[in-house]
DNA sequence: GGGTACATGTAATCAGTTACATGATTTA
DNA sequence: TAAATCATGTAACTGATTACATGTACCC
């Protein structure tokens, strides 16, 4: 039983039509670009190129247009929102993997000249500003659903440590 | 001017040999284990591949053994010692990612079936919490060097706010 | 009606992962 | 000396990224 290889983002795929009904690649990929996007990042050809693979496994259904943009359309099947099901009901151990270029230069500082590290952390405390900054305004749409909106919380403490962390390296 | 196509992970290599000085693909597999692994993982593998192409570049050398276990000792040349000063003199845009399954089922848990967020949540604070000792652990060591202490503390705000923020999840 | 930005995809490449395999050393 | 574990690697595969390419709609 279970479900034979899928990837994070092929389960990200199944969520996003699980979550929007039947779509079609560019729409995921512009609620992508505001929400997950943010914190699982990916290329958007694998928007286009994952629910094929999914189509074939029968977790989708393809509907292409005949005329126009000819775009494809997918819909889930019962197979699909049950693997999803599945996938959810199953606690992860997989630990957090925090991928930061910054951190790993920092955690190399001591081969860096002198103030290169300081002004690794002056870009880092701007760039997590700026990003704070975004995720404030999307949750300042009122109309976003609980759990999403939880997981936007998680960035917006994670972006606030990050801060406080960042101003603390140039010091002693 | 600059390097040609160096991914993090030849910088890590680097950064490891520039540590240590000469040293062995197994000396960096065993550092990396506690340390930067935490927040930046990869198999060991990498750790015997990377150095190969590294010294194909020129930026490491590499002597190997003649008799018994015929282990290559790679050494930073001026090139690569270079290489990575430039890396680290240059401050990322790259936005942090943070990768965490369980981030990812919370922010499709409207699809889940009841109780599953909540499980997902228990198991999330263990883990940090798991996590969380590990790093005190290594911290209680004395001797860790300035940057590398300031990275782990990084590790430890993250996991903190982490168990923080999945005690907040199952309620209202 | 021409330019520009949005939209939709495909093909090739490659870094990273998985899986395997064996040699050396220690321990019981 | 057998077994277990530590140490050292390689080969194959593949998901993901990069790069390209073109179609459609809108705006000036």
């Known amino acids: 039983m279970g479900s034979p ?10 969520g996003l039509v699980g979550v929007f009904g039947p779509c079609t690649s560019y729409t995921m990929k512009q609620f992508v670009s505001v929400s997950i996007g943010y914190f699982w990042p990916f290329p958007h050809s694998q928007l286009y190129a994952e629910p094929v693979r999914l189509a074939e496994l029968g977790l989708l259904t393809e509907k292409q247009e005949t005329t ?12 699909g929102r049950e693997a999803l099901r599945d996938w959810l009901a199953e606690p992860s151990d997989d630990p957090t993997e925090i991928r930061d270029l910054s951190v790993l230069k920092l ?8 103030g290169d590290v300081v002004s690794l952390a002056r870009h880092a405390v701007d760039a997590h500003h700026r990003r704070l900054a975004e995720y404030e305004q999307i949750a300042a749409n009122p109309g976003i659903e609980a759990h999403q909106r939880k997981t936007l919380e998680m960035g917006l403490a ?11 390296v140039p010091d002693p």
């Open 5 to 14: 290889s899928l990837t994070p983002t092929s389960y990200v795929v199944l």
């Open 68 to 79: 126009g943009r000819r775009r494809r359309t997918y819909t889930l099947t019962d197979a």
């Open 107 to 114: 955690f190399f500082g001591a081969q860096a000249d002198d």
């Open 158 to 168: 994670f972006e606030r440590m990050a801060i406080q962390f960042w101003e603390s």
